[in-house]
């Protein structure tokens, strides 16, 4: 059974920084690609990052681009994405996923909040 | 790059079929072969019920299906059930550039 399991969130201040891991578990980490997905409170899901499965090609949206770094350790069969500056609109629960162009398999998601 | 527009809501009575669409721009959907699908319920992970436009992953049942036509992509729930009330998302691969648009969400509702 493909399991993913996120970990990292929680109340941070404007400004702050965070990072963010996903453990996978039941396939071959090092052959899918992976990707982080978010959904603020109420809202729709929103792309945020997408690494190839060596690690060697990433992809941002515009909207994170130069404030999320996604990067993963095959040995640890684990991802990761780091958020420098966050704001007050980051807060939402951050999904894993696996692959590229459609997300088989998800975790169950790690909150974080954004307030003073 | 703008979401992919869904209606905000569809009902249905048990065992009608209920049609959600999901337009978009032709730069959106630039390879329809990346469209996809996601059911989620209430507190729950999304989950992939339709991928490349009209594939079902295993274990997802036959009432659900996918279509295209120009610059939309349909799902079809055939023989609406109460557990399909649910929220539902579509996805597509939308170039080198954005990579991955969602759409806003249609709520599910079973009459």
């Known amino acids: 059974e493909v399991q993913l399991l996120e970990s990292g969130g929680g109340l941070v201040r404007p400004g702050g920084s965070l990072s963010l891991s996903c453990v996978v578990s039941?396939?071959?980490?090092?052959?899918?690609?992976m990707t982080w997905v978010r959904q603020a409170p109420g809202g729709g899901l929103e792309w945020l990052s997408t690494?190839?499965?060596?690690?060697?090609?990433?992809y941002y949206p515009d909207s994170v681009k130069g404030r999320f770094t996604i990067s993963r350790d095959n040995s640890r069969n684990t991802l990761y994405l780091q958020i420098n500056n966050l704001r007050v609109e980051d807060t939402a629960v951050y999904y894993c996923?696996?692959?590229?162009?459609?997300?088989?398999?998800w975790g169950q998601g790690t909150l974080v909040t954004v307030s003073s | 790059q703008s979401a992919l527009t869904q209606p905000r809501s569809v009902s249905g009575s048990p065992g009608q079929s209920v049609t959600v669409s999901c337009t978009g721009t032709s730069s959106d959907f630039t390879d329809y072969s990346y469209v996809s699908w996601y059911q989620q319920h209430p507190g729950k992970a999304p989950k992939l019920i339709i991928f490349?436009?009209?594939k079902r992953p295993s274990g997802v049942p036959g009432r659900f299906s996918g279509s295209k036509s120009g610059n939309t992509a349909s799902l079809t729930i055939s023989g609406l059930q109460a557990e399909d009330e649910a929220d539902y998302f579509c996805?597509?691969?939308?170039?080198?550039?954005?990579?991955?648009?969602f759409g806003g969400g249609t709520k599910v509702t079973v009459l």
């Open positions: 690494i190839n499965n060596s690690g060697r090609t990433t």
């Open positions: 996805c597509s691969y939308a170039g080198t550039n954005t990579l991955i648009v």
């Open positions: 490349e436009a009209t």
């Open positions: 996923a696996t692959g590229s162009g459609d997300f088989g398999a």
């Open positions: 039941g396939l071959t980490f090092s052959d899918y690609a």
